[in-house]
């Protein structure tokens, strides 16, 4: 055998059992997505299906269903952005300085990570309608203590509450790497130039922990986009379907009403919005990042 | 460092333990009221329980059949994530060596899919395996546990790979070399020399892909229909929707859902905590 073929085909068998598996799970459905997305396929064969262009597509735009659950998990990223980053850097600030048990602490912060979004969906649940009611009851009438599954305003924070719960402990841990790799050196100079411990953190810590907003940015955003479990486990889209998030109408849509292809054009609209808004974000985070 | 005035650090020790113990107040509750009567749980959540019975422990673990949901998830687990590893080392390290432009184009088409959502590809992935059955050898990929380890190897590949390649690309070919001199094949090469050069990112990638895989509820519930094969979240779910008015009942079920990853916790803290800093500094 010569040895270029040889060689070839022992680089094939490193690289082909991923790439097949690959292909057959990620690629070709995809591709058969945006082909079934411009089609009136039911679902079941598709030999037989119509192409109708863009006819989906026109209808998912005029889906109010779909266009609030779209308002909503915007309104849902944005929340989560804020929430889970700002608390998720307080809690690494907090871990890294030099309080006792810090090590103790940063187990206990990422814990509910770990316990997965179906569960703790259920969790909360009972927290909500059980705990939360009786602790109103003994406060007597109490503004937050009341089961906020009950109420659609309440409902949507609940679930950024808990969503916020989960994912601020993972994004402390980037913000641990990242301040670690500060070195000592620049803060202490910052000292001895003056600088207060606000001054500090504003002008020195945060431009060097540059990317780790970066990292972190991007995974509450796409994770906040794509949230399901939580939705389905805390609230199910109630009450009266108003909490209903993007990734839940899009499965609804086609196994509770079987219209599998106005699914498959809501799932690629979906991807195309995840693309432009995690690209833009990641994009203009980069361009703020310095060199230490 | 400046030296904190000592009030501030009690301060700040008291708001880190505040932060604690609310972060854990949820898993109080569902704790104490796993053990609690309905009666009990009507008037009070919050305190510790009358008596400390396991009643509602036996029969949630009976009703949501946890030992045999709990080998499924423990199999389904280790399996996918053990692939996941050898498939994706073997692949990124041959791409890191090959360097042309066919090893870029494959790269590119693993990591430059990763923000595909799992919707996006949910309906045709069931259409399109559905079509891989073939009956007289009682093969098929829905509803069976290999076509779900098939699936989260698929989907476990792009970040695994996108790990592995980053790091190789720091790790000197010197030894490979040599391993080639003194007459190891390319595959002895990769096992014997390389793959135990990689154990740090290994570790990073098996506990990036358990974090989810362990969890995952979507998948299982799309391919599954069988109650004997379902994972713990799957039956967790199934099991929670029976039993939603014996909150006790519920609460002890999902007790009993987490203890495996408690326990795993305990264990691999530092390795999870590492894996996680290691997966986000790339």
Redesign the interface.
């Known amino acids: 055998m010569k040895k270029s073929v040889k060689r070839n085909l ?2 094939a ?3 082909v ?3 097949f ?2 292909i ?7 591709v ?2 945006i082909v ?1 997305s411009f089609t009136d396929w039911d ?1 079941f064969k ?1 030999a037989g299906s119509n192409f109708v262009g863009f006819d989906n597509y026109v209808r998912v735009f005029q889906d109010s269903d779909f266009l609030t659950s779209f308002g909503l998990t915007f309104k849902y990223a944005v929340c989560m952005i804020i929430l889970v980053n700002v608390i998720g850097l307080s ?1 690494a600030m ?2 890294t ?4 048990s ?1 090590n ?16 703790l969906g ?3 649940k ?2 909500f309608t ?2 939360f009611v ?2 109103g009851e003994v406060m007597g009438n109490s503004s937050i203590f009341f089961n906020w599954l009950d109420d659609p305003t309440a409902s949507f924070w609940a679930l950024v509450f808990v969503g916020t ?1 989960q994912m601020a ?2 994004v402390m ?2 913000y ?2 990242a301040i670690q790799g500060v070195s ?1 050196e620049v ?2 100079a910052a ?1 001895m130039d003056g600088a207060g411990g606000w001054m500090r953190f504003r002008k020195i810590m945060f431009p060097l922990i540059m990317p ?1 907003f970066t ?2 940015l991007f995974l509450t955003l ?1 994770n906040a ?2 949230q ?2 939580t939705n ?2 805390l609230t199910n889209g109630g009450p009266y379907g108003t909490t209903e998030l993007v ?1 839940m109408n ?2 609804k849509t ?1 196994f509770s009403m079987n219209q ?1 292809a106005l ?2 054009s809501k ?2 609209i ?2 195309l919005v ?2 432009v808004v ?2 833009t974000q990641v994009v203009i985070s980069k361009k703020r990042e310095v060199e230490q | 460092m400046k030296r904190r005035n000592k009030s501030t650090s009690i301060l700040l020790e008291v708001i880190a333990w505040v932060s604690g113990l609310l972060m854990l107040l949820p898993m109080y509750i569902m704790f104490v009221n796993s053990f609690k009567g309905r009666a009990e749980i009507f008037t009070d959540t919050f305190g510790l329980p009358e008596s400390f019975s396991f009643e509602y422990y036996a029969a949630a673990m009976d009703k949501m059949n946890f030992l045999s949901a709990f080998k499924n998830s423990l199999l389904v687990s280790v399996i996918s994530i053990g692939l996941i590893i050898i498939f994706s080392a073997m692949t990124s390290w041959m791409l890191v060596r090959m360097k042309n432009k066919l090893s870029n184009g494959i790269l590119l088409l693993f990591v430059g899919t990763m923000l595909i959502p799992f919707q996006s590809v949910m309906i045709p992935l069931m259409q399109y395996l559905n079509k891989w059955d073939i009956p007289s050898l009682n093969f098929s990929m829905i509803n069976t546990h290999y076509g779900l380890i098939f699936m989260y190897i698929g989907f476990g590949l792009s970040m695994s790979v996108f790990l592995y390649h980053g790091f190789i690309k720091g790790v000197p070919i010197a030894l490979e070399e040599a391993a080639m001199i003194e007459g190891c094949n390319t595959w002895q090469t990769f096992w014997k020399v390389v793959f135990p050069m990689l154990t740090p990112i290994t570790m990073t990638v098996g506990i990036l892909n358990l974090l989810w895989i362990w969890n995952d509820y979507l998948l299982p519930s799309l391919t599954l229909t069988s109650p004997a094969l379902r994972t713990i979240p799957l039956s967790t779910f199934f099991f929670f929707g029976e039993f939603t008015i014996q909150w006790n009942l519920a609460m002890a079920g999902l007790v009993v859902s987490i203890i495996p990853v408690i326990i795993f916790y305990l264990f691999a803290q530092k390795y999870i905590i590492k894996g996680v800093m290691a997966g986000a500094v790339k």
């Open positions: 022992i680089a068998a490193f690289i059992p991923s790439l598996i690959f057959n799970v990620v690629i070709i459905p995809f058969m997505g079934y679902g598709f809690l907090l871990v300085s030099k309080i006792k810090r103790l602490l940063r187990s206990i912060y990422f814990l509910p990570n770990l316990i997965g979004g179906l569960i259920f969790i909360w009972f927290v059980k705990f009786q602790v719960w402990g993972y841990i980037i641990i790497a000592d803060l202490e000292d780790a990292i972190s796409s986009f794509k399901y479990d389905i486990s990734a899009i499965f086609a599998y699914a498959q799932a690629i979906f991807f995840i693309l995690t690209v």
